[in-house]
């Protein structure tokens, strides 16, 4: 718990931003981080412009100048982007061979490794690591050397995940961070952090999370180092159950990645599997999709293939929840349909509405780039089926509600034989009157749905040709055609049911007045669709 509450306290004081101050979530904060990451990549940028103008302005003339700016800009690179990060080991290896210096052509082979080790190219890195001549190497060189091997065999151990040549490879790796830890000076990260990890990676979680929290504990920390033991540790939680932990370390890590424009970092990956795990879809699937570009940026080869694996498990688990939506739909829309021919209306809404998930469920897995428009649109329908289902339970109490009085009205007349009572109810039964009362209330609640409807309507034609309601009229029969059509009503048989005309005059409406309108006929219903609701 002390842990924890370290890492929050360290969380507070290097990321205090709008969205910590507000009470958000770390989830939260991660989110709008993601949204602010072109702006930390050009710092990241500006800053490697900046070497770079050194490097070619004349200034660099001696291969010793020109090996530490190019040793800059790979240290720049080096987690941001392996394409440009390995040309600059390179430029140090051709000019510490022109040098003869053999501490430095080392030192750019030991680049070399990391960068490669980064990208997922093993066989490569372990031919360069080969290659080094640790016999001539300065301790600082060492060090770097081994840790790098230890790099090597941890990531070969995760890579297999298996019961044998795993287990082989977590006890190599140990031994190199043994020998690197010779090397370290007492009191570095590096040492205390590799100390952490050999721990870790031996299953000694009490003793590996006190050099973690020691780290953590202190407030001059770096972003990148922050990151590094943040993330770490949140393995320690995890193989102890406490996935609340871990998830708050993983979204600390990811934060300070962003901030420090990292892409070789798999602390975001991590969070998105747990998240997925946890039954958090929304939040796996934005990290994991921000997990899949580091690597691109990066071009890290076993980010993208791992990635790729849990993005299909978490597209197919929002598939999921999308069939279950549409079923709960269809089920919905059946209950309620039952007695009058207006809730076709709600029937075919909901109808159009199982072809947009149906769409959406392609959508997301073919690219999940429509994603916020598909939302938009559900929150609309929703919108719309909220109003009308109320609507038309009103009616029905109403209707049902008029029923029975008028039931038990005859039956105390038969019972009375007054049939000149009766005769006399009979006729003031006004099927008209109540229909008409029907599309009036219809028109009230559209206009609930969509209040700019007629503004927008009249946009579209010339000022003479506009539709000037007489006092008191909502809508006219011009307006409800184009009102159904709005709603997803576009069968001209069913709309012509609806409004009691035959199809020929629905069609003959239609016809007079996309030819009177400003904008040309194949696109008067498309503008129609335009229309928003409230």
Same mark, same amino acid.
């Given at each position: 718990?002390?842990?924890?509450?370290?890492?929050?306290?360290?969380?507070?004081?290097?990321?205090?931003?709008?969205?910590?101050?507000?009470?958000?979530?770390?989830?939260?904060?991660?989110?709008?981080?993601?949204?602010?990451?072109?702006?930390?990549?050009?710092?990241?940028?500006?800053?490697?412009?900046?070497?770079?103008?050194?490097?070619?302005?004349?200034?660099?003339?001696?291969?010793?100048?020109?090996?530490?700016?190019?040793?800059?800009?790979?240290?720049?690179?080096?987690?941001?982007?392996?394409?440009?990060?390995?040309?600059?080991?390179?430029?140090?290896?051709?000019?510490?061979?022109?040098?003869?210096?053999?501490?430095l052509i080392n030192s750019?082979?030991?680049?070399?490794?990391?960068?490669?080790?980064?990208?997922?190219?093993?066989?490569?890195?372990?031919?360069?690591? *080969?290659?080094?001549?640790?016999?001539?190497?300065?301790?600082?060189? *060492?060090?770097?050397?081994?840790?790098?091997?230890?790099?090597?065999?941890?990531?070969?151990?995760?890579?297999?995940?298996?019961?044998?040549? !795993?287990?082989n490879y977590d006890i190599?790796?140990?031994?190199?961070?043994?020998?690197?830890?010779?090397?370290?000076?007492?009191?570095?990260?590096?040492?205390?952090?590799?100390?952490?990890?050999?721990?870790?990676?031996?299953?000694?979680?009490?003793?590996?999370?006190?050099?973690?929290?020691?780290?953590?504990?202190?407030?001059?920390?770096?972003?990148?180092?922050?990151?590094?033991?943040? !993330?770490?540790?949140?393995?320690?939680?995890?193989?102890?159950?406490?996935?609340?932990?871990?998830?708050?370390?993983?979204?600390?890590? !990811?934060?300070?990645?962003?901030?420090?424009?990292?892409?070789?970092?798999?602390?975001?990956?991590?969070?998105?599997?747990?998240?997925?795990?946890?039954?958090?879809?929304?939040?796996?699937?934005?990290?994991?999709?921000?997990?899949?570009?580091?690597?691109?940026?990066?071009?890290?080869?076993?980010?993208?293939?791992?990635?790729?694996?849990?993005?299909?498990?978490?597209?197919?688990?929002?598939?999921?929840?999308?069939?279950?939506?549409?079923?709960?739909?269809?089920?919905?829309?059946?209950?309620?349909?039952?007695?009058?021919?207006?809730?076709?209306?709600?029937?075919?809404?909901?109808?159009?509405?199982?072809?947009?998930?149906?769409?959406?469920?392609?959508?997301?897995?073919?690219?999940?780039?429509?994603?916020?428009?598909?939302?938009?649109?559900?929150?609309?329908?929703?919108?719309?089926?909220?109003?009308?289902?109320?609507?038309?339970?009103?009616?029905?109490?109403?209707?049902?509600?008029?029923?029975?009085?008028?039931?038990?009205?005859?039956?105390?007349?038969?019972?009375?034989?007054k049939f000149e009572d009766?005769?006399?109810?009979?006729?003031?039964?006004?099927?008209?009157?109540?229909?008409?009362?029907?599309?009036?209330?219809?028109?009230?609640?559209?206009?609930?749905?969509?209040?700019?409807?007629?503004?927008?309507?009249?946009?579209?034609?010339?000022?003479?040709?506009?539709?000037?309601?007489?006092?008191?009229?909502?809508?006219?029969?011009?307006?409800?055609?184009?009102?159904?059509?709005?709603?997803?009503?576009?069968?001209?048989?069913?709309?012509?049911?609806?409004?009691?005309?035959?199809?020929?005059?629905?069609?003959?409406?239609?016809?007079?007045?996309?030819?009177?309108?400003?904008?040309?006929?194949?696109?008067?219903?498309?503008?129609?669709?335009?229309?928003?609701?409230?």
């Amino acid at each position: 718990m002390k842990v924890y509450l370290l890492a929050i306290l360290a969380i507070n004081c290097c990321f205090c931003n709008k969205a910590l101050a507000s009470g958000d979530t770390l989830l939260a904060t991660l989110a709008h981080a993601i949204e602010q990451t072109p702006l930390y990549d050009a710092s990241k940028v500006n800053a490697i412009a900046n070497i770079k103008a050194r490097m070619y302005d004349g200034s660099a003339d001696p291969p010793s100048d020109a090996f530490k700016l190019a040793e800059q800009l790979y240290n720049e690179y080096k987690i941001f982007n392996y394409d440009s990060a390995y040309t600059y080991a390179g430029r140090m290896m051709a000019l510490a061979m022109e040098m003869k210096d053999s501490q430095l052509i080392n030192s750019a082979r030991l680049k070399y490794a990391f960068v490669m080790l980064s990208a997922g190219l093993y066989r490569e890195t372990f031919d360069t690591l *080969k290659s080094v001549n640790t016999r001539s190497c300065t301790g600082e060189l *060492k060090a770097e050397y081994y840790t790098i091997m230890a790099r090597y065999y941890f990531d070969l151990a995760a890579y297999d995940g298996d019961n044998y040549h !795993s287990v082989n490879y977590d006890i190599t790796a140990s031994r190199y961070i043994d020998s690197a830890l010779l090397y370290y000076p007492d009191n570095t990260f590096e040492k205390t952090y590799y100390t952490g990890l050999k721990f870790y990676k031996q299953g000694r979680e009490q003793e590996s999370t006190i050099y973690f929290e020691k780290l953590l504990a202190d407030k001059k920390l770096p972003e990148h180092e922050f990151a590094l033991t943040a !993330s770490t540790l949140s393995g320690v939680y995890l193989q102890r159950g406490e996935m609340q932990k871990a998830i708050d370390l993983l979204a600390s890590a !990811s934060i300070a990645d962003i901030h420090t424009s990292t892409k070789e970092t798999f602390a975001i990956y991590n969070l998105a599997e747990l998240l997925y795990k946890t039954g958090d879809v929304k939040y796996a699937s934005l990290f994991i999709e921000n997990a899949i570009a580091n690597a691109e940026t990066y071009n890290a080869r076993q980010r993208k293939a791992q990635a790729s694996g849990i993005l299909s498990l978490i597209e197919s688990e929002r598939i999921h929840a999308i069939d279950g939506q549409r079923k709960l739909a269809i089920q919905y829309g059946t209950a309620v349909t039952v007695f009058l021919v207006v809730l076709a209306i709600l029937i075919i809404v909901i109808r159009k509405q199982v072809k947009k998930l149906q769409a959406a469920k392609k959508i997301i897995t073919e690219a999940n780039v429509q994603q916020q428009l598909i939302n938009d649109k559900l929150e609309e329908a929703h919108k719309i089926k909220e109003e009308y289902i109320g609507y038309f339970f009103k009616l029905d109490s109403e209707y049902f509600g008029r029923l029975e009085k008028l039931k038990k009205m005859l039956e105390l007349k038969l019972a009375d034989r007054k049939f000149e009572d009766i005769r006399f109810i009979v006729n003031n039964i006004q099927p008209k009157k109540d229909k008409e009362e029907l599309m009036r209330n219809f028109d009230k609640v559209f206009l609930q749905i969509f209040p700019n409807f007629v503004t927008n309507y009249n946009a579209l034609f010339a000022e003479e040709d506009q539709v000037k309601l007489p006092h008191g009229q909502i809508l006219n029969t011009d307006l409800r055609i184009f009102a159904l059509i709005r709603l997803g009503i576009t069968d001209n048989e069913k709309i012509a049911e609806i409004l009691e005309y035959s199809v020929n005059t629905i069609y003959a409406y239609k016809t007079r007045i996309k030819n009177k309108s400003s904008v040309s006929n194949d696109d008067f219903e498309k503008k129609i669709m335009e229309i928003k609701s409230v």
